[in-house]
């Protein structure tokens, strides 16, 4: 028990620091990553609804790769993908091989992955507005900006807020795939301490409890601003 | 091309791992997720609330931990243990591919037994009352009326929770088990191609993810409906 505290502990060789700062790491890969998938997710949303015929199909088909294909697979395809196109984008203009790796790569495969299902969630909550609600707003003399701003994103606001805290809660836990292309988040750093300390279940159940901690926290957080955001809604 | 005809036995054993990882994962899971659910709705505490936090764990963390705790964690105590090298559990408890079942089934458990819930909540009560009154026993009553109802409201969740279910199996790569995307792995590492491998497998995977949307389409269909 002793020596277990003193393997997560701070001082002494211990690995607290190098977990706490995996964890930073993964926080930091969800949160850019989240942004990203709200992006892509966005216009993926807006090309379904509203692009043209060729738009709307290159928006399904990358919904349906992205969720039929394991993310697993995906990320050591955008990974490797990525990777040797921007090296033969370099080398075109004359510059020596690069390693493509860590944060920027992190986020922006995982964002690729959650863009996806954010679409779907997008195009639901856009949706869930009635056309009639616009058209009021626009009765009462409100420009389109207004309208924005004052009917449609209160009114799909809880619908879409619902999906993305499963789509946040999903992304903490889909980070831990980034640990297989070695960028050093939680995960990758638990594999190392328990490869060099040999205490494999120690340092694995306590990433476990971490990413425990973080999902338990930040759904208890999401459901509070939900229930803020549903405050219009007649109670049922 | 001619490299994946080369691999394609490979190729051929991986998605039979692969699909003996679904089909697994899917039984036992499902099996275990109607017990999950049922504990969940117990009346007693001290069933109710260790099927929950059951839930709330697995669904809170990354299945990739969980199998590395299985695999690395429990695997490396298994193997601590006197006399197992020798005994007939042994082949198993090497094989990663047991551990990756294991967390399929208690993943699936927990994700299908919190689907399964919500399905016996949503059940009419009057039809209970009306099994009771028909002097079913409970269990009869659970047997013949609330599972049967609830699972056929849950029907399109199903083919859903399959298709997540096939993309998990995918996690048992990083165990060193040759499921499709290992076998993928596997040809990548011998011949540095890359795309050539990941893009044929990602593509079986599209295929399969398809076939199991037809099958719990025509699955539907038997489904009674009151017209």
Same mark, same amino acid.
């Given at each position: 028990?002793?020596?277990?505290?003193?393997?997560?502990?701070?001082?002494?060789? =211990?690995?607290? &620091?190098?977990?706490?700062? %995996?964890?930073? #790491?993964?926080? @930091?890969?969800?949160? =850019?990553?989240?942004?990203?998938?709200?992006?892509?997710?966005?216009?993926?949303?807006?090309?379904? $609804?509203? %692009?043209?015929?060729?738009?709307?199909?290159?928006?399904?088909?990358?919904?349906? #790769?992205?969720?039929a294909v394991p993310?697993l697979l995906?990320?050591l395809l955008?990974?490797? =993908? %990525?990777?040797? $196109?921007? &090296?033969?984008?370099?080398?075109?203009?004359?510059?020596?091989?690069? @390693?493509?790796? =860590?944060?920027?790569?992190?986020?922006? #495969?995982?964002?690729?992955?959650?863009?996806?299902?954010?679409?779907?969630?997008?195009?639901?909550?856009?949706?869930?507005?009635?056309?009639?609600?616009?058209?009021? %707003?626009?009765?009462?003399?409100?420009?389109?900006?207004?309208?924005?701003?004052?009917?449609?994103?209160?009114?799909?606001?809880?619908?879409?807020?619902?999906?993305?805290?499963?789509?946040?809660?999903?992304?903490?836990?889909?980070?831990?795939?980034?640990?297989v292309?070695?960028?050093?988040? $939680? $995960?990758?750093?638990?594999?190392?301490?328990?490869?060099?300390?040999? @205490?494999?279940?120690?340092?694995?159940?306590?990433?476990?409890?971490?990413?425990?901690?973080?999902?338990?926290?930040?759904?208890?957080?999401?459901?509070?601003? @939900?229930?803020?955001?549903?405050?219009?809604?007649?109670?049922? | 091309m001619d490299v994946l005809i080369e691999y394609s036995d490979l190729i051929y054993e991986g998605l039979q791992i692969t699909l003996a990882l679904l089909l697994i994962g899917l039984v036992?899971?499902?099996?275990?997720?109607?017990?999950?659910?049922?504990?969940?709705?117990?009346?007693?505490?001290?069933?109710?609330?260790?099927?929950?936090?059951?839930?709330?764990?697995?669904?809170?963390?990354?299945?990739?931990? /969980?199998i590395?705790?299985?695999y690395?964690?429990?695997?490396?105590?298994?193997? /601590?243990?006197?006399?197992?090298?020798?005994?007939?559990?042994?082949p198993y408890l090497r094989d990663g591919f047991w551990y990756v079942a294991f967390a399929l089934i208690?993943?699936?458990?927990?994700?299908?037994?919190?689907?399964?819930?919500?399905?016996?909540?949503?059940?009419?009560?009057?039809?209970?009352?009306?099994?009771?009154?028909?002097?079913?026993?409970?269990?009869?009553?659970?047997?013949?009326?609330?599972?049967?109802?609830?699972?056929? /409201?849950?029907?399109?969740?199903?083919?859903?929770?399959t298709?997540?279910l096939l993309k998990s199996t995918a996690l048992a790569s990083t165990i060193a088990v040759v499921d499709l995307l290992g076998a993928a792995n596997q040809i990548r590492s011998i011949t540095f191609e890359i795309y050539k491998p990941l893009l044929l497998v990602a593509i079986i995977y599209i295929i399969a993810t398809y076939i199991i949307?037809?099958?719990?389409? /025509?699955?539907?269909?038997?489904?009674?409906?009151?017209?």
């Amino acid at each position: 028990m002793n020596q277990a505290i003193q393997l997560l502990g701070f001082e002494n060789g =211990g690995w607290g &620091n190098a977990l706490w700062q %995996g964890t930073l #790491v993964t926080l @930091e890969i969800s949160i =850019g990553a989240f942004f990203v998938g709200m992006l892509l997710g966005l216009l993926t949303a807006l090309a379904k $609804l509203h %692009g043209n015929p060729f738009i709307q199909s290159i928006a399904k088909g990358y919904t349906t #790769v992205c969720r039929a294909v394991p993310e697993l697979l995906l990320i050591l395809l955008f990974f490797y =993908g %990525g990777s040797s $196109l921007i &090296n033969a984008v370099f080398d075109y203009l004359g510059y020596g091989y690069v @390693e493509v790796a =860590g944060l920027p790569v992190a986020i922006a #495969v995982l964002g690729l992955v959650q863009g996806a299902y954010a679409s779907e969630i997008f195009r639901g909550s856009i949706l869930a507005v009635h056309s009639g609600q616009a058209e009021a %707003g626009a009765a009462y003399g409100m420009s389109p900006r207004k309208i924005f701003f004052r009917v449609t994103l209160p009114i799909m606001a809880p619908y879409a807020l619902a999906g993305l805290s499963n789509l946040w809660v999903n992304l903490i836990k889909d980070s831990a795939l980034i640990s297989v292309i070695g960028t050093n988040e $939680l $995960l990758y750093v638990a594999k190392q301490a328990g490869g060099s300390t040999r @205490e494999y279940l120690l340092f694995f159940v306590a990433v476990a409890v971490i990413y425990y901690l973080i999902t338990l926290i930040s759904s208890y957080m999401l459901r509070k601003l @939900e229930i803020y955001l549903r405050r219009w809604q007649p109670p049922h | 091309m001619d490299v994946l005809i080369e691999y394609s036995d490979l190729i051929y054993e991986g998605l039979q791992i692969t699909l003996a990882l679904l089909l697994i994962g899917l039984v036992f899971g499902f099996i275990s997720a109607i017990g999950v659910a049922l504990a969940r709705l117990s009346k007693f505490r001290i069933i109710a609330y260790p099927a929950f936090l059951f839930t709330s764990v697995i669904r809170g963390t990354p299945l990739l931990v /969980q199998i590395y705790i299985y695999y690395y964690g429990l695997g490396t105590l298994f193997s /601590q243990a006197p006399g197992i090298r020798t005994s007939f559990l042994w082949p198993y408890l090497r094989d990663g591919f047991w551990y990756v079942a294991f967390a399929l089934i208690i993943s699936t458990a927990a994700y299908l037994g919190e689907v399964i819930r919500g399905g016996l909540l949503a059940v009419p009560k009057g039809e209970v009352e009306a099994a009771r009154a028909f002097g079913m026993t409970e269990t009869k009553a659970l047997l013949r009326v609330r599972l049967p109802r609830a699972l056929y /409201q849950l029907a399109p969740t199903l083919a859903g929770e399959t298709v997540l279910l096939l993309k998990s199996t995918a996690l048992a790569s990083t165990i060193a088990v040759v499921d499709l995307l290992g076998a993928a792995n596997q040809i990548r590492s011998i011949t540095f191609e890359i795309y050539k491998p990941l893009l044929l497998v990602a593509i079986i995977y599209i295929i399969a993810t398809y076939i199991i949307e037809l099958v719990f389409a /025509q699955l539907e269909k038997r489904i009674p409906v009151k017209r």
